[in-house]
């Protein structure tokens, strides 16, 4: 989903459909710069111009899931978890109050600063789960995250995961090319229109880390 608000920012932004309720969509966001500045200014009451759903999700597969999310990359995970068998839920994030709850399943949290859950890294959490339990898994947060998650991943289990990537968005549609994610093999995907979801073996990881070191 994208949300516009003129005379500023000129793009619109993209943001995660949280969950929803009949005609109604929740985004949960945080403010990192302008754009969402603006959204967070925002009444109630207050019209905004959106444009979305946009490019492809999760593929709903049958069976148990794990779900990891680091940060705001779990802003998707409550209606993800409505809509499959979810298993277990692993979040992780810098402090507490950039935490998101998914009530209703479980959950188990870690802060780097301890002030939820164990103190350290998600990848910390990973130590102890029976990844043959999970049919399918859901990963998304920062991009060196993701990365350390992927390689303490047994190959079967890589086989099954799913990643929810970020990148900065012009168009929202394909045309721009604003939003290329280096591809397994050579070439880009477009976050917007091939993903936002991939398959983690559709990602070349280590030219995409280089990128956002470069
Ligand atoms: C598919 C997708 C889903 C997203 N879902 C959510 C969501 O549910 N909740 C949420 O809070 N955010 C989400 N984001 C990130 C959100 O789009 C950005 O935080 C927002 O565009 C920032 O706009 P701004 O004008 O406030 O900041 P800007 O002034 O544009 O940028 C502020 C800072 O944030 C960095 N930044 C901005 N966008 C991104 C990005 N996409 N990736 C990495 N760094 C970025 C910039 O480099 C800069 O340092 C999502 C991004 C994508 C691509
Ligand atoms: S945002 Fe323009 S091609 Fe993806």
């Known amino acids: 989903m994208e949300v516009s608000h003129s005379p500023f920012p000129v793009t619109r932004r993209p943001f995660t459909i949280s969950s929803t309720s009949g005609d109604s969509v929740e985004i949960i966001f945080e403010v990192v710069g302008r754009g969402t500045e603006i959204l967070a200014e925002t009444e ?80 910390d959490l990973l130590e102890s789960v029976q990844w043959d339990s999970f049919s399918s898994i859901a990963l998304c947060g920062p991009v060196p995250m993701m990365k350390a998650v992927i390689g303490m991943m047994p190959a079967e289990a890589r086989a099954n995961a799913q990643v929810s990537a970020e990148a900065r968005m012009g168009c929202g549609w394909g045309a721009c090319e604003g939003c290329s994610v280096p591809k397994a093999g050579g070439g880009f995907l477009k976050c917007c229109s091939d993903g936002p979801v991939f398959s983690v073996d559709s990602i070349d990881w280590e030219r995409w880390e280089g990128i956002h070191h470069g």
């Not at 209703?104 to 600063?113: K, M, N, P, R, Y």
């Open 44 to 123: 109630e009451g207050q019209s905004l111009r959106l444009l979305g759903p946009l490019g492809c999700g999760y593929r709903l597969n049958p069976g148990n899931w794990l779900l990891i999310g680091g940060g705001l990359g779990a802003a998707g995970f409550p209606g993800l978890a409505a809509s499959i068998d979810c298993g277990l839920v692993l979040l992780g994030a810098a402090s507490r109050d950039r935490l998101l709850t998914i009530p209703g399943f479980e959950t188990v949290t870690i802060t780097e600063d301890g002030s939820s859950g164990r103190k350290g890294l998600i990848t």
